[in-house]
C-alpha cells in the first residue's frame, strides 16, 4: 500500500526527481520532437504519486470524474451538432458541476462524507469541463478528440491549483512543436520562473507563513483571549498585511511553478499574477491578480450574464446592469471558494469595490480638471487600493471567524 499524497512543488527536492524524469521530454523537444507515449506515461505516474497514496481514494474520485464529465460532455457535443436548447445547455452546466458542488456541500459537518468525492484540483479542472461546454455552445469549438480533452483536463504541470488555460489555446501550444531556437529561449524562461518561484515559496513564503504568521496568529488569539481591544486590533492589522503576503508568495510561487513547468513541456501557460499590489484601482487589481481565474469569471460569467440581463431588459440602465453583473460574479467566485460565511463576504465585498470604483472612475471623467495625475495620486490610489485588498484578505482568511 502507498504511503501519503505527494504534494506538487510542496518541497525544493521534489524539482530534482520531476526535472530529471523530464528530461527525455527536454531533449526530444530539442531536436523537435514530442514524445507523446512517454508524456502520458509520465503523467500517470505522477497522478498515481499524487493522487493514489492514503487508500487511494482521491485517484478513485479523479478517475471517476474524468470518466463522468467525458460522458457529459460528449453527449452534450453530439445534442449540439443537431440542435441547440438553452435549457439543454443550462442542464449540461448544471450536471457537470454536481461533483463540484457536492464536494462543496461536503465541508459542511452533517455531509462531511461527500468530500470522499473530492480530489485536489477538482475546482480547476472544473473550469476546464464548464468552459468546452460553454465553447460547444457558442459554436467556436466544433471537432474535438476525447483524447485530446483528456490530455488537458490532466495536465499535469497545472492541475492542482492552476493556471487555468483555454482549451483550444493550450491544443494550439501542444500541437505546434516549436523550434530549437524559440524553445531554446522558453526553457531559459522556465528556468527564470522556477528561481523566481523558489524564491517567492520557499523563502519569501516561509518567512511570512512559516516563521510570522504563527506568532502574529498566537498574538492576535491572546489578545483576544484577554479581552485587550487595543492590542488586539494592532494583532489584526499585523495580521492582515502578514497573511496577505503569505497569500500572494505562496500563490504566485506555485503558479511560477506550474507555468516553468509547461514551458518546459513546450506550453505556455498564461501567467497568474502581474504585480497585483501596484493596482492602481480594484479593477485593476483583478486584471493582475490570479488572472486565469479573474478572467475566466470576466468572460464566461460577468459577460453572459450582463448580456442576458440586457437581453431581457430586466434593467434599463447599462450601469444598473453592469452593476448587478459584478455582484453575481463576485457571488458566484465567493461560493466557488467554500460554502462559508466569509468566502461569501470576500466575493460580496469586491464587488461592491468594483461597484463605488466605477462610481468614482465616472466622477472623475465628468471633472477631468478638478484632480490632475500626478505622482502623488498615482501613489495615493495605490496605498488605497492595497490596503483595500489587504482587508478583503482579512475577511478571506477565516480569521474573523475565529474572533465573533
Given at each position: 500500500m502507498m504511503g501519503a499524497n505527494l504534494a506538487p512543488y510542496g518541497a525544493p527536492v521534489y524539482f530534482i526527481g520531476l526535472i530529471v524524469s523530464m528530461l527525455p521530454i527536454i531533449i526530444a523537444l530539442y531536436y523537435g520532437r514530442r514524445l507523446k507515449l512517454y508524456e502520458t506515461i509520465w503523467t500517470g505516474a505522477l497522478l498515481l504519486l499524487t493522487f493514489?497514496?492514503?487508500?487511494?481514494?482521491?485517484?478513485?474520485?479523479?478517475?471517476?470524474?474524468?470518466?463522468?464529465?467525458?460522458?457529459?460532455?460528449?453527449?452534450?457535443?453530439?445534442?449540439?451538432?443537431?440542435?441547440?436548447?438553452?435549457?439543454?445547455?443550462?442542464?449540461?452546466?448544471?450536471?457537470?458541476?454536481i461533483p463540484l458542488i457536492l464536494v462543496k456541500l461536503g465541508t459542511m459537518p452533517s455531509l462531511s462524507r461527500l468530500s470522499l468525492l473530492g480530489f485536489l484540483g477538482i475546482s480547476y479542472i472544473t473550469f476546464k469541463t464548464v468552459q468546452i461546454l460553454i465553447e460547444f455552445r457558442d459554436g467556436t469549438l466544433k471537432e474535438v478528440n476525447g483524447v485530446s480533452v483528456i490530455r488537458f483536463l490532466l495536465f499535469f504541470p497545472t492541475i492542482s491549483s492552476g493556471p487555468i488555460d483555454r482549451f483550444r489555446r493550450f491544443e494550439a501550444d501542444y500541437d505546434a512543436i516549436p523550434d530549437r531556437a524559440a524553445y531554446t529561449e522558453l526553457v531559459g524562461q522556465a528556468i527564470n520562473k522556477l528561481f523566481q518561484g523558489l524564491v517567492y515559496k520557499f523563502i519569501l513564503g516561509f518567512i511570512f507563513g512559516t516563521w510570522l504568521l504563527p506568532q502574529v496568529t498566537e498574538q492576535l488569539m491572546r489578545a483576544h483571549h484577554i479581552g485587550d481591544t487595543g492590542y488586539l486590533?494592532?494583532?489584526?492589522?499585523?495580521?492582515?498585511?502578514v497573511w496577505s503576503m503569505y497569500l500572494f508568495f505562496d500563490f504566485?510561487?506555485?503558479?511560477?511553478?506550474?507555468?516553468?513547468?509547461?514551458?518546459?513541456?513546450?506550453?505556455?501557460?498564461?501567467?497568474?499574477?502581474?504585480?497585483?499590489?501596484?493596482?492602481?484601482n480594484i479593477k485593476d487589481f483583478w486584471n493582475r491578480w490570479h488572472m486565469t481565474l479573474s478572467f475566466w469569471f470576466r468572460d464566461f460569467i460577468f459577460m453572459r450574464v450582463s448580456l442576458l440581463m440586457m437581453k431581457k431588459r430586466w434593467f434599463k440602465n447599462r450601469i444598473r446592469v453592469s452593476q448587478a453583473a459584478y455582484l453575481v460574479n463576485f457571488l458566484v467566485m465567493g461560493f466557488w471558494h467554500g460554502l462559508t460565511w466569509y468566502y461569501i463576504a470576500y466575493g460580496l465585498f469586491h464587488a461592491s469595490a468594483i461597484i463605488i470604483n466605477d462610481y468614482w472612475l465616472r466622477?472623475?471623467?465628468?471633472?477631468?480638471?478638478?484632480?490632475?495625475?500626478?505622482?502623488?495620486?498615482?501613489?495615493?490610489?495605490?496605498?488605497?487600493?492595497?490596503?483595500?485588498?489587504?482587508?478583503?484578505?482579512?475577511?478571506?482568511?477565516?480569521?474573523?471567524?475565529?474572533?465573533?
Open positions: 493514489g497514496g492514503d487508500g487511494a481514494h482521491q485517484l478513485m474520485a479523479l478517475t471517476a470524474y474524468v470518466f463522468f464529465e467525458c460522458a457529459v460532455m460528449g453527449a452534450y457535443h453530439v445534442y449540439r451538432r443537431q440542435k441547440n436548447a438553452t435549457w439543454v445547455f443550462a442542464v449540461a452546466i448544471l450536471v457537470s458541476l486590533i494592532l494583532m489584526l492589522v499585523a495580521y492582515m498585511y504566485a510561487g506555485y503558479s511560477l511553478f506550474a507555468i516553468a513547468i509547461s514551458n518546459l513541456m513546450g506550453v505556455h501557460t498564461p501567467a497568474n499574477f502581474n504585480a497585483p499590489f501596484r493596482s492602481h466622477f472623475k471623467g465628468r471633472h477631468a480638471g478638478m484632480i490632475k495625475h500626478s505622482w502623488l495620486t498615482e501613489g495615493v490610489a495605490i496605498f488605497l487600493t492595497f490596503n483595500t485588498i489587504c482587508f478583503s484578505f482579512l475577511i478571506f482568511s477565516g480569521i474573523l471567524d475565529k474572533l465573533i
